[in-house]
DNA sequence: GGCCTGATGTCAGTTACTGTCGTCAGGCTA
DNA sequence: TAGCCTGACGACAGTAACTGACATCAGGCC
């Protein structure tokens, strides 16, 4: 990992060959195969790690808490711990902004958290069109908020990014 | 594209190659990706009329029209003209579901819909993070609306479920 | 000491994609 | 009518991402 992102930030994603991050690593192109189903999933391995405190935020919400409640409690967490990463989050995200392919694999990851965060609206009882919209609402308000948190150095509170987001979408949606 | 679809339904997209492509359609391996930039490319060929189409009504949306209006007619308009396409449609996204691949090819051009969106409520006079989160809204509210429309055969009018799932999103996101 | 397991190397093969060059038909112009 | 130009296509060679099969080898365990 830590050779594919060297290597990726020094000639850029599709200048750099698998078989050249691998000799870095002192391995063969064969065994990074191994570890990472293809040259792009070595920058979503901690993927999984975020989804899983996601949807344990979700599911610790209060019980009385309002759906779109739970779903950006669950967002908040990642966006947390996003923001215990460092330096490095953002580095991925500038390499990610250079390559559409690898931007393909990010929005089906994010859709893959959406999925997850609409699975556990729907164990909490949230009936399905609702599900679906709160998760896709909630993921949509952290991709903003995230873009931001990127893009203004100054700054550094993911989570009050995204509450701050989600009070935007609310007075956006806000019927007439 | 016709040979594309008809050997994707038969066999699967992973299943087929490009070269049995080209021989159905009486041409070459090289002349297919004359035409489409790969493989994926082939069933996402309309996109870019559908785009101008969501731009055009976002654009024409009357002046005093709120933002998510101005949006959500524009995927309107997208809906509707998807809703002309008879089958068509349909089978595409039976296709897409297959393969994971499809997918992030479809979530980048829903994500280029949204920029497209955003940019024109920007030029609209809607300041920045408000532009990008209706326009992410609105292609959520499309996202739905639109899976509804594959899964249920009973249900024909998309702009129709369109509008219903706006209404889903303002209900669930109103603050307490 | 033998055996098993997991991680790795090696090698051959497929397929998506690209660059380059040659061909050829149709239309336009002198 | 002859020459020319252009745009679409075929042919061919090459790269790089992946995959399957088999061999090796170190460490732990009986």
Redesign the interface.
């Known amino acids: 990992m830590k050779a594919a992102i060297e290597l990726y930030g020094e000639r850029g994603y599709e200048q750099t060959t698998v078989v050249e991050i691998a000799k870095r690593a002192g391995l063969t192109e064969r065994t990074f195969f191994r570890h990472f189903a293809d040259k792009r999933e070595v920058l979503f391995a901690g993927m999984t790690s975020l989804e899983e405190l996601l949807v344990a935020a979700v599911a610790n919400a209060p019980d009385g808490a309002?759906?779109?409640d739970a779903a950006i409690a669950g967002v908040e967490a990642a966006g947390a711990a996003i923001q215990e990463g460092g330096d490095l989050p953002r580095l991925r995200a500038r390499i990610i902004a250079t390559s559409?392919e690898l931007?393909?694999?990010e929005?089906?990851k994010l859709?893959l958290l959406a999925s997850s965060t609409a699975r556990e609206l729907r164990r909490r009882g949230v009936p399905d069109?609702?599900a679906?919209?709160?998760a896709?609402?909630a993921i949509?308000?952290f991709?903003?908020a995230f873009?931001?948190w990127v893009n203004d150095a100054d700054e550094h509170d993911l989570p009050h990014l995204i509450r701050?987001?989600l009070d935007?979408?609310?007075?956006?949606?806000?019927?007439?």
Chains 1, 2 share one sequence.
Do not use: M
């Not at 935007?168 to 007439?176: K, P, Y």
């Open positions: 309002a759906p779109i559409v931007q393909e694999r929005l089906v859709s069109p609702a679906s919209l709160t896709e609402a949509a308000v991709r903003v873009d931001r701050a987001s935007e979408l609310r007075a956006v949606t806000a019927g007439h």
